[in-house]
Each structure stands twice: as C-alpha cells, then as structure tokens.
C-alpha cells in the first residue's frame, strides 16, 4: 500500500510570507506527527494528533505556526510570516497505534527554504 | 532534555565489520526505538523494544535496553556498504518522541 506522502516536496518562499505543508498519512492511521530537522541534527517534534485533535501541541515553536487535521486523516502545517529561520525539512509520521508510542512511517518530506 | 543521546556521533568501519551505537535518555520511559536516515531522505523504523524488554533482534541487527543504566544499544553486524546512513535513537515518554542528533555510519568497501 501507499507509504506516508507530503506535498510539495521543495517549497522557496520569501520572509514574511505564509506556507502551508500538506501531510497525507497511510490511510487507517490514527496517529500523525510533525517534526522539522535541520541540518545535521535529528527530527525536532513540533505536534501530535491522535484523530482529528491534537494531543500534545508541545513542540510548536511559536504561534505562528499552526497545524490542522480536520477530517482525521491528511494534515496541514501552516506557517505564518515566515522567517529565515523555519528553512528546514518538515517531517510527516503516521502511527496505527492510538496514545502515541507506537511504530511511526515518516513521510519523504517537504524541504522548506526561506529567502 | 529528554531528548536521546547517540554516540559515537560518527562512526566508520570497513564492511564486514560490526557496529555498535549507543544511546542514552535521562527520564523513564514506554519504549525507545531506532530509526535509520540515508542522506536527504525520510526516517525508516528499525526496531522498537519496550520498556520490560531487554534485547530484541531484527536480522543483523540487536538491540538491548537497560533501564537501570538508562540506556540502549543498536548492533550491526557484518555491515554492508549500504548500511552507511544517520541513526537514530527515539525514547517515547507517552505521547511524543525526542530524537537525539544522530550517529552517522560510514561503511567503507
């Protein structure tokens, strides 16, 4: 079956405008999470959804990120007036398992490049 | 932190040859797992072991956690070229994970 995918897989955009990152996770997965990692380092976790709310939002930087899954099932990272700073890889993982904890298939993805 | 800790943070060895990895984390955990990045591309799941574990095997690879210590270890044995990639160790504290920086693998022909 199909894997975890994320679009668009690059994104260059300017400071100050707005992006959104779209996650489509393995269809029956309760499970999504977000992270973002820089070069070098590993995945940095940004938020949590067990169905169509977010469990544990902990790891968003700031507010002006924000991240939605209305139907249970593709998600959305937006990110507003971005900064030269959000240039990352964000990183997309579905999980079968309800709670958190369990195996997560990350996704290729989304390269994000602020100029 | 709770993020995990790898060392070494990079490690090279000629193929054939095994390689250990380690990990440490600083609260209890449900379970640690192990993750492997090959350059520019998603995380690929390795091996999850719970907490009341001690050691699991996946092919060449072996995993052992001791909770005491706080710590768990990944072993590749008889590496292979295209073992050469970023690991990583993931300590799950309930709902989210924390990666640690990763131990880049090089394995040489």
């Known amino acids: 079956g199909a894997g975890v995918s994320q679009t668009p897989s690059n994104k260059v955009t300017e400071k100050g405008k707005y992006v959104e990152l779209r996650c489509d996770p393995i269809?029956?997965?309760?499970?999504l999470y977000w992270y973002r990692q820089s070069l070098g380092q590993g995945p940095e976790f940004l938020i949590y959804?067990?169905?169509?709310?977010?469990?544990?939002d902990s790891g968003l930087p700031n507010d002006r990120f924000f991240a939605v899954r209305p139907e249970g099932s593709v998600s959305t990272l937006k990110i507003q007036r971005t900064e030269r700073g959000d240039s990352a890889v964000y990183l997309c993982?579905?999980?079968?398992?309800?709670?958190?904890?369990?195996?997560?298939?990350f996704g290729p993805g989304t390269r994000l490049l602020v100029l | 932190s709770q993020q995990g800790e790898e060392d070494p943070q990079a490690l090279s060895i000629q193929e054939g040859e095994n390689a250990t990895m380690n990990c440490s984390y600083k609260?209890?955990?449900?379970?640690l797992q192990w993750y492997r990045q090959n350059s520019g591309r998603g995380l690929v799941h390795l091996i999850l072991?719970?907490?009341?574990?001690r050691e699991k095997h996946s092919g060449r690879l072996r995993v052992t956690l001791d909770t005491s210590k706080k710590s768990s270890s990944l072993l590749i044995t008889a590496s292979r070229a295209a073992d050469t990639a970023s690991y990583f160790c993931?300590?799950?504290?309930?709902?989210?994970?924390?990666f640690g920086p990763g131990t880049r693998l090089s394995v040489l022909p």
């Open positions: 993982a579905s999980s079968l398992e309800a709670g958190g904890g369990g195996t997560q298939y």
């Open positions: 269809s029956g997965h309760t499970a």
């Open positions: 959804f067990q169905g169509t709310g977010a469990a544990d």
């Open positions: 609260t209890s955990i449900n379970n």
């Open positions: 072991i719970r907490s009341n574990e």
């Open positions: 993931a300590p799950n504290y309930g709902q989210n994970f924390v």
